[in-house]
């Protein structure tokens, strides 16, 4: 079965750095589309960032361009997200998603926080 297990959240300081990541598994990784959301308390979970099955497209949302950086491993089956420059608005749980078969697939999540 599909396996989303997310890890690197963490609480940091506005301006740190912090880099998810998000191993796959119970699908051939290599042929989907990844992406990773969001999700702050009393806000709808978000779409942060999405990558192609090569990495060669991503594509992100306007709040957090050139801040984070979505990328890939397909050797490792595992999808990264270099989250720099954070602010305290980019505090949420972090999931990653796939679709597969017309069904959308969740992590856990990861918590993130950012405060001074």
């Known amino acids: 079965q599909v396996q989303l297990v997310e890890s690197g959240g963490a609480v940091v300081q506005p301006g740190g750095s912090l880099r998810l990541s998000c191993a796959a598994s119970?699908?051939?990784?290599?042929?989907?589309?990844m992406s990773w959301h969001r999700q702050a308390p009393g806000n709808e979970r978000e779409l942060v960032a999405s990558i192609n099955t090569v990495g060669s497209t991503t594509n992100y949302a306007d709040s957090v361009k050139g801040r984070f950086t979505i990328s890939r491993d397909n050797a490792k089956n595992t999808v990264y997200l270099q989250m720099n420059s954070l602010k305290p608005e980019d505090t949420a749980v972090y999931y990653c998603?796939?679709?597969?078969?017309?069904?959308?697939?969740w992590g856990q999540g990861t918590q993130v926080t950012v405060s001074s």
């Open positions: 119970g699908f051939i990784f290599s042929l989907h589309t």
């Open positions: 998603s796939v679709l597969r078969r017309g069904i959308r697939y």
